[in-house]
């Protein structure tokens, strides 16, 4: 197909569809289009994410067949408001838009956040091909026009109409970035969309662009390793580890993690002393486990929050020589969760965020 009848067939799809597809952007950014395929934000839907699946299919709401969640795991749908409602129609695998999940039209046309109690609300500008962006010096693109005064994507946290806080019935705030509002100004993008190498766009040579894999806690952790530290310190008596994050929001957010800090001594080549802490949000009523949209209280939480030094402190004896090699670890979900809801063991794999080794 010739470049002419390609933008014609895509400004149609364009037209019938409230968002330009996904696929309509590859021609011009593969780069991006590449990344973006192996990101989150294209697996938020029920086909594609396990684990959003199944939790789906324990909520109540999906008796119902009322996919609420279509507001932030696939917002681009064409039968949104159908979508959301009791009335029977649910996630459809064939509907093109709502396999488009968190699309990319989406997300450069948020123009505001309105901020609300249970979530915030993105609002979409009426103009089906005006990008938000923040390349000030762009060139003109043939497909869309191009903004770059908004404030949001100025700001780096154009996320948070879907990311700030969700509350459930109860009021209770079940996973939030943004609990007491500390991170207003924390740029997200800084540290989850990291400048990489390779072009934006195949029309303009450029060094660099906005990685759009998103590094999160499901891949590319190796990108946020250096957001936080493990410190050792001996003493007399004993030895301290410290975990130092620089993180402006808790380690981990989503209800369903587990997270771990594994120390392990070694001493010539052998294992002799080790110990596994257990960083962890569990939400609740009358003190016991719920399903996030039952629970009325944060039974316990160890979770490392943000910016926190965690120093754990140990009276083993340590003798010169000895190797003390601690890791930060987690589960996208805790074993026994896991485990109720039917969750395949390759999508729960253990993930380890940093790991280091000191000698005594
Ligand atoms: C206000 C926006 C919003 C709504 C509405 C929403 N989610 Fe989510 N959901 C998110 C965000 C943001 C994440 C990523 C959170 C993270 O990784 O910390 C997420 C992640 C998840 C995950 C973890 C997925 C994984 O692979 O680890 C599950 C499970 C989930 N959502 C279930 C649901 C279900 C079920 C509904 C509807 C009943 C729903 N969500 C509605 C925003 C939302
Ligand atoms: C026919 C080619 C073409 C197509 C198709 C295309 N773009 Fe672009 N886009 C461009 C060019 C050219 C630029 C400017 C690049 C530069 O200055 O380096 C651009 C820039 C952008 C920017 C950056 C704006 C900024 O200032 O930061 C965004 C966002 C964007 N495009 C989104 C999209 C999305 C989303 C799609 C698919 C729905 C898409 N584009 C499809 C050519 C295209
Ligand atoms: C339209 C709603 C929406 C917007 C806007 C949005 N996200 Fe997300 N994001 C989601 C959902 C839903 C998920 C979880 C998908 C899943 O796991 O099923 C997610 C997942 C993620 C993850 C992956 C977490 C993991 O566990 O790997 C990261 C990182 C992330 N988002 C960062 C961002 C950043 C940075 C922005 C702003 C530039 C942003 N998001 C904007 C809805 C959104
Ligand atoms: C200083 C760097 C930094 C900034 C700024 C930052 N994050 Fe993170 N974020 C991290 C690190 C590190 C992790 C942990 C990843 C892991 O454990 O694999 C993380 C994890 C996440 C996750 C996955 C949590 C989960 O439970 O799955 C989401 C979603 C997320 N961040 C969204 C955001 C949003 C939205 C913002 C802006 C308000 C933001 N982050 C700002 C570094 C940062
Ligand atoms: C979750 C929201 C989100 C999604 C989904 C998303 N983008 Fe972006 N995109 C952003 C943000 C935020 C920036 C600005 C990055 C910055 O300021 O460094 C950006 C930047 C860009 C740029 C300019 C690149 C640069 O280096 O500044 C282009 C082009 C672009 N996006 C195209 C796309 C295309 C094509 C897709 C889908 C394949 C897509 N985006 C999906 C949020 C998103």
Known sequence: MNKIALLLVTAVFAFAAKFAPNSACKECHPLIY???????????????????????????????????????????????????????????????????????????????????LKTNHNIISPTPKKYFGTLKDHIKSPFHQIDTSNSNFLQGNVCMGCHSHKRNKFGLNVCSTNEKREIENANCVSCHMPKVKGSVSTLKKRSHHAFHGFAGAHRYQNMLARYVDIEFLPHLKGFEIAINSKIPHDLLLHPARVAFVSIKVVRDNKPVWQKKEILVRVLGANGKPTPPWLAKEVVKDTMLKANEKRVFKYDFQLQKGDKIVVALGYKLVKPPLAKKLGIPSKANKTAILKKRAFTY
């Open 34 to 116: 590449k990344e973006y395929q192996t990101s989150q934000h294209a697996h938020a839907t029920i086909y594609k994410d396990p684990i959003h699946k199944a939790v789906w299919e324990k909520n109540p709401l999906s008796k119902k067949n009322a996919y609420k969640c279509a507001k932030c795991h696939t917002p681009a749908a064409n039968n949104f408001k159908e979508l959301i409602a009791p009335n029977g129609i649910g996630p459809d695998p064939h509907n093109k838009t709502q396999n488009d999940a968190v699309a990319c039209a989406y997300c450069h046309r948020i123009k505001a956040i309105k901020e609300d």
